[in-house]
C-alpha cells in the first residue's frame, strides 16, 4: 500500500465511503459500507500469522481481521487480559503524521484541545469536529512527537470519511502544514498487568518503564527472537482496554513495517510464553473496551453527538473554553454550562448502565414510567461483573447515577440502572499526583 501525503494547500480530490464494523454477542461482525460487496479485504501484516495460529478472521472495517483465537473463548481472553496480558492486532487503525509550523494552529481548529502547550513525547485523546454543529467526525489519540510534528491515530472504520475531512480542512485551512498518512504500517496494543514486565524483557533500548506513564510515548528498538533489533517503534503506553498496557506502532513510511511487525509479535510472545501473553482478538477487545466505559466510534459517538453530550468535556482545554476559536465552539461552549445555571446545557448524556435478565444491545430503548427517554448504544455481558453491562444516551435529568429505568429488550422491559463509568476500575500507569 502507498503513503498517502498532502499539503495544506492541496486541493481536495478524495470521494468519501464510509464503512463501519460491529461486534455481536455471538462474535460475529456486522458491516455497513456504501463499497461494493464484492470488495477484497484488506489484511494486517499479522494476517498470517492470525491464521497460522488458529485466529477465526471476521470482515471489519474494511480488513479480515481475528475476532477470537481457537486457544481461548472470548470470556477466558478475556479475563487473560485482565489477570495476565494480550496482544491485539489495531493494524486496521489509521496512522498520521502532521507536521509543519501551523500543526498547533491547525490542530487546534479541528479540534477542543489545546497543542502549543503539550509536553513532547506526550498525547492524549481528542475528537475532530464538524463546523457549525461541534459534531463529532472521530475520536483520535494526538501524540506530540516534535516541537512542530504530531502523530495521530484515527479510527479504520472512518478511514475514508477522515481523510475527506482532513484534507478538505486543510484546504480551507491555508497554512504550512504537511500530512502523511502512514499507509502500510503495523501497530499492536500489549495490554494486561503483565505487559510492562513483557515489554522490559524486549526492549533494546534503555527505557526506565517505572517512570514511564500513561500518555507518554518514546522511540525504541525491541529485541528479536533471532537476536537482531527492530527498526526504531513508536512506543505509547495507553490503550483501549482499561488496563495497564502500551500501543508500538511501526512506521511502513520509513521501514519494511509488514515484516518487523510479525517479528516483534513473535519475539514478544516467545519472551511472554503461553502462561503471561496469548493473542486476543476483537471479541475480548469489545468486552474489555465497554468495562473500561470507552467508546465505539459509529455507536457510541457519532457525527451528531458533540463532547458535552458525550460526556467528553474533559478533553475541552481550559484555555480553549476562555478562548474558543476551534470548530463547533459556538455549540459547545454554552452546552457546558447547565441549564439550571443560566447556559445551554444538553438535552441528553451518555451514562452507563448495569441490566437485569437478557443483556441490552445497540438501539434498544429505553424508557421510564413508560416514556421513551434514551436508547442503548453498547451492551455485552461483562466477564468481570458476571452482569450485563451497557452504554446509551439518556434525557437529562435522568442520567444521575443510581436511577432506576427499563430497557426494552425483544419487546420485554428488562428493570436497569443508571451506572457510574468505568464499570471496573481503570489501572493505567500515571504519574504520582
Not at 503524521?97 to 502547550?117: H, Q, R, Y
Not at 448502565?353 to 448504544?377: L, M, N, S
Request: glycine share 12%; aromatic share 8%; charged share 20%.
Amino acid at each position: 500500500m502507498k503513503s498517502f501525503t498532502r499539503l495544506a494547500r492541496a486541493t481536495p480530490r478524495v470521494k468519501t465511503s464510509l464503512s463501519a464494523g460491529r461486534l455481536t454477542a455471538a462474535g460475529s461482525i456486522r458491516c455497513a459500507s456504501n463499497a461494493s460487496s464484492g470488495e477484497e479485504l484488506k489484511k494486517t501484516p499479522l494476517y498470517d500469522f492470525h491464521v497460522a495460529n488458529g485466529a477465526k478472521m471476521v470482515p471489519f472495517a474494511g480488513y479480515s481481521m481475528p475476532v477470537q483465537y481457537s486457544s481461548l473463548s472470548l470470556a477466558d481472553s478475556h479475563h487473560f487480559t485482565r489477570n495476565h496480558a494480550s496482544i491485539f492486532d489495531v493494524s486496521h487503525m489509521v496512522q498520521h503524521i502532521f507536521k509543519g509550523p501551523d500543526a498547533v494552529a491547525f490542530l487546534e481548529k479541528v479540534t477542543p484541545s489545546a497543542w502549543g502547550n503539550v509536553a513532547p513525547m506526550s498525547g492524549k485523546l481528542t475528537t475532530f469536529l464538524w463546523p457549525g454543529t461541534g459534531g463529532i467526525v472521530d475520536d483520535t489519540i494526538v501524540t506530540r512527537i516534535g516541537e512542530d510534528e504530531f502523530y495521530v491515530v484515527t479510527n479504520g472504520a472512518c478511514l475514508e470519511k477522515d481523510t475527506k475531512y482532513i484534507d478538505e480542512q486543510l484546504g480551507k485551512f491555508g497554512g504550512n502544514v504537511q500530512w502523511t498518512r502512514l499507509d502500510g504500517s503495523g501497530l499492536i496494543a500489549l495490554q494486561g498487568p503483565q505487559a510492562a514486565e513483557i515489554l522490559s524483557e524486549v526492549l533494546a533500548t534503555d527505557i526506565n518503564l517505572k517512570e514511564f506513564y500513561f500518555g507518554n510515548t518514546v522511540k525504541a528498538e525491541l529485541k528479536l527472537a533471532d537476536g537482531s533489533k527492530t527498526h526504531p517503534v513508536l512506543i505509547s503506553r495507553g490503550g483501549y482496554t482499561g488496563e495497564d498496557g502500551f500501543e508500538i506502532s511501526f512506521n511502513g513510511k520509513l521501514y519494511p513495517a509488514f515484516e518487523s511487525t510479525v517479528k516483534a509479535v513473535e519475539s514478544l510472545m516467545k519472551t511472554g510464553g503461553p502462561e503471561r501473553l496469548q493473542m486476543a482478538g476483537l471479541g475480548a477487545r469489545d468486552s474489555l473496551r465497554l468495562e473500561a466505559g470507552m467508546c465505539l466510534y459509529g455507536h457510541d459517538l457519532d457525527d451528531t453527538t458533540t463532547p458535552v453530550e458525550a460526556g467528553l468535556s474533559w478533553i475541552i482545554s481550559p484555555e480553549r473554553r476562555k478562548a474558543g476559536g476551534f470548530h463547533g465552539a459556538e455549540v459547545i461552549l454554552p452546552q457546558l454550562t447547565p441549564k439550571s445555571k443560566g447556559g445551554a446545557g444538553v438535552e441528553r448524556r451518555r451514562v452507563g448502565f448495569v441490566v437485569q435478565g437478557a443483556p441490552a444491545r445497540e438501539g434498544a430503548e429505553i424508557q421510564k414510567d413508560g416514556e421513551t427517554i434514551g436508547t442503548i448504544t453498547s451492551g455485552v455481558p461483562s466477564p468481570t461483573l458476571g452482569k450485563n453491562i451497557a452504554m446509551g444516551y439518556i434525557k437529562d435529568g435522568q442520567h444521575k447515577s443510581g436511577t432506576e429505568v427499563d430497557v426494552v429488550v425483544r419487546g420485554r422491559k428488562r428493570a436497569a440502572v443508571v451506572t457510574k463509568m468505568p464499570f471496573t476500575p481503570a489501572k493505567y500507569w500515571k504519574a504520582p499526583a
